[in-house]
Structures are given as structure tokens and as C-alpha cells.
């Protein structure tokens, strides 16, 4: 066989749980032939060894039936992600980590950074699963292009649907297009730990978390519920944003989470016919507020015609334009939460045990309750009504 044709032969070969084969992917770094031995180098960047296994199996069949004899495969992995470290009350223990993506406003693009920061983990190998826990305005069907698609139900508990390599489950697969619901304190709860506990997660290694806008009743059960590794704050540069992205990040300071950075969204236009920019809403401002709460910007996206096509069309960016500046910004996003993720762990920084309600500072007695600004108390305030006491304090 000639170098050709054995390109030929692997641009068949799909890498397993995506649509693109290992040729596309960029994955083959090395072919050699010498006489009759025919020895490729792959770079793949999953660490799991049923991945290795599976493309070894496939590429040694089609290879061998296309003529070669004498065939050497040698693999390259990534190290094997760590096991979490984190502590206190798990509702998806087979989950190693969370992100939770926030922000104080609606419509600065936590979805679509949520979407494209997931498909980003998974094209580097990570098992990722995505909770749209936006149960007010639940979008990341659409924006992973499974609007429609109903998940599976085993038994007692519901399969995620899978599209570009990510798990996903969200309020809007679950209930008809476009009912609205009305939700309780305490049918918030419920629902999120439903939506944590009822749903066959896999072995995960990070489920990203997409979360309705501000402060509120679905925060707060949430991290009461998980562990949370990692909080994400969405802003748009625009001081009224900047000045609600301080909540969302004073929110994660009292829930006691780690606080991974800002992605600045909307950051500047390009025009795509001058090359020109223009700074919309500004760029860069967020800066202050990251100094404010000790940490930083980790991302600036611009404003593109491309993400928002992405997003109504179910064809995240990072996926489909992955030469584009943008894909690459968000896998850059990935790989810079993925090593504060590491860090994380190995100083054993994730866990909810201070805000328990049973854990006698309960989390409205004490300054961990964060503000609901709609009802102006502390966390618990707006279940007067419900009769449940949504967070478990005894009100
Ligand atoms: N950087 C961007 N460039 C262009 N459009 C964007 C960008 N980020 C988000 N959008 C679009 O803006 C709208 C709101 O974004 P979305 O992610 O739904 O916000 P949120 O989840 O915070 O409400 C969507 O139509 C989305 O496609
Ligand atoms: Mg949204």
C-alpha cells in the first residue's frame, strides 16, 4: 500500500461518539512505510482506553483487508483524568465535576457558552454531559440541534440524548414546545433534583451546568445538591451587565464556590468587511470586576453573525468552524477550566457541606444565602407560601 491509499482507508475510520473520522480530526501524525511494515502514529485526545481499543480493532480490519501485512498502530493518549476530591452532599456521585455556568442577566450568552464550552471539552477527550438547568427558558436543545428529540426512558430513570459527543437533558426535551411553567420554591427544588438524581448521567467527567439568569431559588438548591467544582460567570461589557455579573459572582463566594473566571461575550465586533473593530458594548471592562472577586477574564468572545447562526441552527461553532478564531478561543475556554478543574481538586476545595440546611449554619440563617432581589429576603424568604420550607431551614 502506498501512503495514499492508507489515508484513504483511514479518512473511513470515524472517531468513536463523533461524526468526523480521525483524518479530519487531525489525529494521524505519522504514517511510515518500509517494504511491507506499515506503522501509524495517532494522536487522539481521550484518555479512555476503550476509545484506543475500538480504533485499534477498526484500523487493524479495514487496513488489513485493504492489504496490508505487517501493521504497527501506535496510539498517543492524554494522562487519565484525576478523580475528584470534592466533598459534602453528591446527587450524581458518577459525576466527577461540575461547572456552573451563571450570570445576573438573561440573554448575555450563557447557553451558547455553555454549548460550545461542552462540545469544546469533548473534542479534547473529556466524557461531558450538559444540564440546561434554565427551567424558565430552557434554549440548548435547539442550540445542540435536538429540538424534538425526546430521551429515552429505562425503567425508573431517563437516558440523556447525545449529539456531538455531550449527554444532554434539559426542561425543554421533557415538557411539549413552547409550554411555559410556573414554578414554587419548592417545585424548583424538586425539579433539579430530579434532573440531577433521575437521569442515568454516565461516568462523567464534567456535566456543564447551564443555569436561568440571577440569584435565586434554582442556585441555591442546585449547590446544595452538588459539589460544584467550578462557577462560571457570563457577562456582556456594558456596565448594567457588569453590574449584575457582581451578584452572580458574590452568589458563588457564599455557596462556597470555586470561582474559575468571567467570559466576557459580545466583546467587540470584527466587521467581516473592513476587518475593522468596533466595540459595541466595549471590551475588556469586565477586568474591574474581575479583580473585584480575585480572579479573571478567561475568555473574550466578540459579537459574530456565526455563533448566533450556530446557536438558532444546532451547529455550535466549535464544532463546525473549528479554524475559526472563535472555535479556538472556546477551546482555549476549555482547556484553561479544565486545569483550574485539576487544581481545584488537588487541594480538595469543592464542597457544599457549609451550606447544608441540616449542617446547623443553615444557608438563611447565615450570610451563605444568597439575595433574591424579587422578594428582597435571604435565600429561603420566598417559600413562605409553599409550605415546604424550600431549603429545609424550617420556615
Ligand atoms: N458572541 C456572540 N455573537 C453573536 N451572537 C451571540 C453571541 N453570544 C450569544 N449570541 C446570541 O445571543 C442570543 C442570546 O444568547 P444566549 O446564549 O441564549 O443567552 P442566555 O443564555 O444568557 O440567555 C442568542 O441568540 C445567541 O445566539
Ligand atoms: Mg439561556
Not at 243 to 259: A, G, V, Y
Not at 270 to 290: L, Q
Not at 332 to 359: D, R
Amino acid at each position: 500500500m502506498n501512503e495514499s491509499q492508507v489515508k484513504e482507508v483511514l479518512s473511513t475510520i470515524l472517531y468513536p461518539g463523533f461524526q468526523k473520522d480521525i483524518v479530519t480530526f487531525g489525529f494521524v501524525k505519522n504514517i511510515n512505510i518500509n517494504e511491507t511494515a506499515l506503522v501509524i502514529d495517532l494522536e487522539i485526545t481521550s484518555s479512555a482506553k476503550e476509545v484506543e481499543e475500538m480504533l485499534k480493532g477498526e484500523m487493524g480490519f479495514k487496513l488489513k483487508q485493504a492489504g496490508a501485512t505487517e501493521l504497527t498502530i501506535n496510539i498517543k493518549k492524554p494522562d487519565e483524568p484525576r478523580e475528584t476530591s470534592s466533598k459534602g452532599k453528591n446527587l450524581a456521585p458518577q459525576v466527577k465535576n461540575f461547572i456552573m455556568v451563571s450570570s445576573g442577566k438573561g440573554g448575555v450568552g450563557k447557553s451558547t457558552t455553555t454549548v460550545n464550552l461542552a462540545v469544546a471539552l469533548a473534542m479534547q477527550g473529556k466524557k461531558v454531559g450538559i444540564l440546561d438547568a434554565d427551567i424558565y427558558g430552557p434554549n440548548v436543545p435547539r442550540m445542540m440541534g435536538i429540538v424534538g428529540a425526546k430521551p429515552e426512558v429505562q425503567g425508573q430513570s431517563v437516558l440523556p440524548i447525545e449529539a456531538y459527543g455531550v449527554q444532554t437533558i434539559s426542561m425543554g426535551s421533557l415538557m411539549e414546545e413552547g409550554q411555559s411553567l410556573i414554578w414554587r420554591g419548592s417545585m424548583i427544588m424538586k425539579v433539579i433534583e430530579q434532573l440531577l438524581q433521575d437521569i442515568s448521567w454516565g461516568e462523567l467527567d464534567v456535566l456543564v451546568i447551564d443555569m436561568p439568569p440571577g440569584t435565586g431559588d434554582a442556585q441555591l438548591t442546585l449547590a446544595q445538591s452538588i459539589p460544584v467544582t467550578a462557577g462560571l460567570t457570563v457577562t456582556t461589557p456594558q456596565q448594567v451587565s457588569l453590574d449584575d455579573s457582581r451578584r452572580s459572582l458574590d452568589m458563588f463566594k457564599k455557596l462556597h464556590i470555586p470561582i474559575a473566571g468571567i467570559v466576557e461575550n459580545m466583546s467587540g465586533f470584527i466587521c467581516p468587511e473592513t476587518n475593522k473593530e468596533y466595540d459595541i458594548f466595549g471590551k475588556g471592562t469586565s477586568e474591574v470586576v474581575a479583580n473585584e472577586y480575585d480572579t479573571k477574564i478567561l475568555s473574550e468572545i466578540p459579537i459574530e453573525p456565526a455563533i448566533r447562526e450556530g446557536g438558532d441552527g444546532g451547529k455550535p461553532i466549535t464544532y463546525h468552524q473549528p479554524e475559526s478564531k472563535t472555535a479556538k478561543e472556546y477551546m482555549l475556554l476549555a482547556s484553561n477550566l479544565w486545569t483550574f478543574i485539576e487544581k481545584v481538586n488537588e487541594e480538595g476545595i469543592a464542597t457544599n457541606e457549609a451550606i447544608q440546611p441540616t449542617s446547623g449554619a443553615s444557608a438563611c440563617s447565615t450570610a451563605a444565602a444568597p439575595q433574591q432581589p424579587s422578594h428582597g429576603g435571604g435565600g429561603c424568604g420566598s417559600h413562605g407560601g409553599d409550605g415546604q420550607g424550600g431549603c429545609g431551614c424550617g420556615h
